[in-house]
């Protein structure tokens, strides 16, 4: 349960197929609150924390979101600038979250996929709101986060966090497909100076990590 009712959270599932679903989620929808990114995975009648422990089991639903009740953090929204050692594989400052995609590594551990957008980056219009593409996993301990791309500016402008999107291959997480309009969507060094390519046309691009 979260909000008014009119208020949800925003998941992407997965399942192995045997015993287990898997989703990330929002608090809502990133129009109307500073998202944050959540995991959860469902097994033996209960919802899980993504180290294992349980949250609520099946018969005392619903989760109670908003005193509090949550996944493990994936992303979490923050206005604070970084400090040292700091930068945005950890957050964007005032970067609201919005979920992808999730699937399982070879060892059954989730990895996720996420975009984070920031509004008027380059002037005072809704095309000059910015998105950023993430990469995360779980290492067994933690969720360890990576900026991977810039998606360049939203679709339009009744809904500035509609991007081109992203997605993992379900069989081998280690390759993510992104949609983006930025002119350079690999320079990562430069949050603010995000120019689109020509026509703000869409391009796909397909991305494999050797390393996690």
Avoid: C, K
Avoid at 1 to 25: E, H, K, V
Avoid at 88 to 117: C, H, K, L, N, S
């Amino acid at each position: 349960t979260a909000g008014s009712g009119n208020q949800r959270p925003y998941p992407r599932y997965t399942s192995n197929g045997a015993d287990r679903i898997d989703l990330i989620y929002t608090d809502a929808h990133p129009r109307d609150l500073n998202n944050s990114i959540y995991h959860l995975y469902y097994r033996d009648g209960a919802f899980h924390a993504t180290d294992g422990t349980v949250l609520r089991r099946l018969e005392d639903l619903p989760i109670a979101h908003d005193e509090g009740e949550r996944g493990t953090v994936v992303y979490r929204y923050s206005e604070e600038s970084w400090g040292e050692g700091e930068g945005p594989d950890d957050w964007i400052p005032g970067g609201r979250g919005w979920t992808w995609d999730v699937a399982y590594d070879a060892d059954e551990r989730p990895v996720a996929v996420f975009q984070v957008r920031r509004g008027e980056v380059t002037g005072d219009g809704w095309e000059d709101a910015r998105i950023y593409y993430y990469y995360a996993r779980w290492t067994g301990e933690a969720w360890e986060r990576h900026f991977i791309a810039q998606h360049g500016r939203p679709l339009h402008d009744r809904e500035e966090d509609y991007g081109g999107g992203m997605t993992l291959d379900p069989d081998d997480p280690n390759v993510v497909y992104i949609s983006s309009n930025a002119l350079r969507p690999f320079d990562l060094a430069d949050l603010d100076d995000v120019p689109l390519a020509s026509g703000d046309r869409y391009t796909l691009y397909r991305g494999e990590t050797a390393d996690g």
